[in-house]
């Protein structure tokens, strides 16, 4: 089980939002690259990026900053999102040592595209699926599709993608508790990984994502919790480790 922290990127700086809504951040820290640097030394095995920005206009924003990441931990699997809309992206971000792109708005508005990534990139691709009330949103969050989440993922497992974030939108960044009960109801209807994101608030999340491992998920990514100290990031992987046996 990977305990995978978040380093959402906003104007080139670490910062976490609130559901999602880019006028309600946080910012941790002008220096993300030192952020990514705290994590890796804690432990990290992966490391979840968002280019917030490139999220909301739909073409990477703040790629030099991942750049500089990847440079100073390349032996750290790194997974990116936000903006990734088509095949000259991921072709950059995989160029630049990405080892998975996260495909989300696209994803949902251009059924083909997945399976045409997966053809051209095979071992690189995830779908993220947020949601709330079991409905897929897109667009940085800001419209709900009729899709349900479920429904989605089968289809993308077909595919060919590697794996599934998960996130309930209504818990992201609210330090209420993972959503374990819809997370482990996606893992158990399909067979390719899960991984949980969204709420996981303290160590006692942590032992319930590890419960679930056997449905299928096989990470959980945590934001807000590390970032405000609810959460120590290096005793939540070694519960992790420990649990995973």
């Given at each position: ?44 095995r ?13 073409e990477?924003?703040?790629?030099t ?15 990116v ?28 508005n ?22 709330k ?7 940085g ?10 429904d ?35 893992a ?58």
């Open positions: 089980m990977l305990i995978i922290p978040a380093i959402d990127i906003k104007d080139g700086k670490c910062v976490r939002l609130r559901q999602g809504r880019m006028n309600d951040e946080t910012v941790f820290s002008d220096d993300p690259v030192s952020m990514a640097k705290r994590w890796v030394e804690a432990g990290a992966r490391l979840h990026i968002v280019d917030l920005n490139g999220a909301s206009v739909g990477p924003v703040n790629a900053t991942i750049q500089a990441i990847l440079s100073a931990f390349p032996e750290v699997p790194v997974q999102g936000g903006g990734i809309r088509d095949e000259d992206t991921i072709q950059a971000y995989l160029d630049m040592g990405v080892r998975y792109v996260i495909l989300g708005t696209k994803a949902v251009v059924p083909h595209f997945v399976s045409d990534v997966c053809i051209e990139f095979p071992g690189h691709i995830i779908v993220g699926l947020d949601a009330d079991g409905k897929v949103a897109i667009d969050w800001s419209k709900l599709s009729g899709h349900d989440v479920v989605l993922a089968k289809k993308y497992q077909d595919e060919g993608v590697e794996a599934i974030v998960y996130t309930d939108i209504g818990r992201d960044g609210m330090m209420t508790g993972v959503n374990i009960e819809a997370t482990v109801k996606l158990e209807a399909i067979s390719i990984p899960v991984i949980a994101s969204g709420g996981i608030t303290s160590i006692d999340d942590i032992r319930k994502v590890c419960e679930a491992g056997e449905a299928g998920i096989v990470g959980a990514i945590t934001g807000r919790a590390i970032y405000e100290g609810t959460l120590d990031f290096a005793a939540a992987q070694k519960l992790a480790d420990e649990l995973s046996k």
